[in-house]
């Protein structure tokens, strides 16, 4: 079963709007990690935050980390169709197993 | 550089036979991690290995095996195949151990049915 949950389960938004998901986890982690799978393939590593971080940018990637409220936020902005793909998070804890959410299935509309 | 390559893509196998499926990592990397991956159950961790030798392992039954080669490629192994074991598996690499603490290069996985 998951150990993490996304939030929402699916969005569809307008090519050019920013899209924003959302992960919530229940155990300490040292790091939370988002990734990108188009259907039927791989996951594509996006972005690692560490537990000390609070925010972080890659491009049109921001990603933030509440550690105290076990919480990230993954924001898309100026979205483009292909970006279209589930997008997953992923707790790395002590243990070195990292913990993965269900995904959000993000669509964008031209 | 190449990625992370699995063989075969796909594959379809009948009740109580088995598979063995296979994973070359990335050039260098010596940590290997399988998953399963199910629309139930989402992605669930099954081993890692590195040099060798499992690191860790998942919550599934024995069933489920795996090894490393010391090129660090890597084959899993399911027997006793049941309908449930339908899923996509795929293999991860990372430079070293713990990969819980480094970013993980998938390959785009084995789509295995059965029937």
């Known amino acids: 079963s998951q150990q993490g949950e996304e939030d929402p389960q699916a969005l569809s938004i307008q090519e050019g709007e920013n899209a924003t998901m959302n992960c919530s986890y229940k155990?300490?982690?040292?790091?939370l990690q988002w990734y990108r799978q188009n259907s039927g393939r791989g996951l594509v590593h996006l972005i690692l935050i560490r537990s000390n971080e609070r925010e972080k940018h890659s491009g049109r990637l921001r990603v933030t980390l509440d550690t105290s409220k076990k919480s990230s936020s993954l924001l898309i902005t100026a979205s483009r169709a292909a970006d279209t793909a589930s997008y997953f998070c992923?707790?790395?804890?002590?243990?070195?197993?990292?913990?993965w959410g269900a995904g959000t299935k993000l669509i964008i509309k031209p | 550089k190449a990625g992370v390559t699995q063989t075969p893509r796909y594959l379809i196998k009948t009740r109580g036979q088995q598979v063995t499926l296979s994973c070359s990592p990335i050039?260098?990397?010596?940590?290997v991690s399988w998953y399963q991956q199910t629309p139930g159950q989402g992605l669930q961790f099954l081993f890692e290995?590195?040099?060798?030798?499992?690191?860790n392992k998942g919550n599934f039954p024995g069933r489920f095996s795996g090894r490393q080669f010391s090129n660090s490629r890597s084959e899993m192994n399911v027997s006793t195949l049941e309908l449930g074991d339908s899923a996509l598996y795929l293999c991860a690499s990372s430079i070293a151990p713990g990969g819980g603490n480094q970013p993980q290069h998938f390959g785009d996985g084995t789509r295995l049915s059965i029937l």
């Open positions: 050039s260098g990397h010596r940590s």
């Open positions: 290995y590195f040099s060798e030798t499992q690191r």
């Open positions: 992923a707790g790395g804890s002590s243990n070195y197993q990292l913990i």
């Open positions: 155990t300490s982690i040292n790091n």
